[in-house]
């Protein structure tokens, strides 16, 4: 009886601790006109990236973690980008970003490398703005969203981004410098080892060397 009173005496304890929250309530979903928004990784052709992870914080404040990962889509060239694409993978019950945090492997220097990169509040707006489209799949108008955020990961440390969707061009949001990662890959647990080069692109590499000015 002693340890079921006790028993009682804790949920009621935690019932009160529940119900004081200053009025504090946790946000609702996301109100989006799309069931998900997208983040792309790109990466020049022959510079190979190993991303470890995407990381969120939403315009709610929410932060989610290890949105997207691993190997980015490549461009077809080395020198230069091209606009948006790469590598999609939805981002599901996330409101839209408020930051973006990468953290990357460049493979080919190598050096691990991380970025605190902003969304401004225009972003976000295109995000949401409808545009009236034909597509090729449709051949029919229709409402088209720039729902897809890419990001453009190069040797040095450099990050570029657009924003963008299907059937409507991507525009840039801007070129941002990483900072190196003092951990190494994996945050020091992989004990400095990356992740060996594909064999194209080591020769590649070997043969011309790093365009470091064309991104």
């Not at 657009?162 to 992989?190: D, H, M, T």
């Amino acid at each position: 009886m002693r340890r079921l009173a006790l028993y009682v005496v804790l949920l009621l304890s935690l019932s009160a601790c529940a119900g004081d929250n200053n009025g504090w309530a946790p946000p609702g979903p996301p109100q989006l006109p799309y069931d998900s928004w997208y983040v792309g990784l790109a990466a020049p052709r022959y510079m190979e990236v190993w991303v470890e992870s995407v990381d969120v914080l939403d315009q709610r404040g929410m932060a989610f973690f290890r949105v997207h990962g691993g190997v980015a889509g490549y461009t077809r060239k080395p020198e230069g980008w091209h606009k948006g694409g790469g590598a999609m993978k939805p981002v599901n019950h996330v409101d839209l970003p408020e930051m973006l945090f990468v953290r990357w492997q460049s493979l080919v220097e190598p050096q691990t490398y991380k970025a605190t990169i902003p969304i401004p509040q225009w972003v976000r707006d295109e995000m949401v703005r409808p545009e009236r489209v034909v597509c090729p799949s449709s051949k029919e108008p229709e409402d088209a969203y720039r729902e897809m955020i890419t990001l453009g990961l190069a040797p040095g440390g450099i990050v570029k981004v657009w924003v963008g969707g299907p059937c409507l061009p991507f525009k840039e949001v801007g070129r941002y410098q990483a900072k190196v990662e003092p951990l190494g890959p994996y945050k020091g647990k992989s004990k400095g080892k990356y992740i060996p080069l594909e064999p194209e692109n080591k020769a590649y590499i070997e043969q011309h060397g790093i365009p470091y000015d064309s991104w």
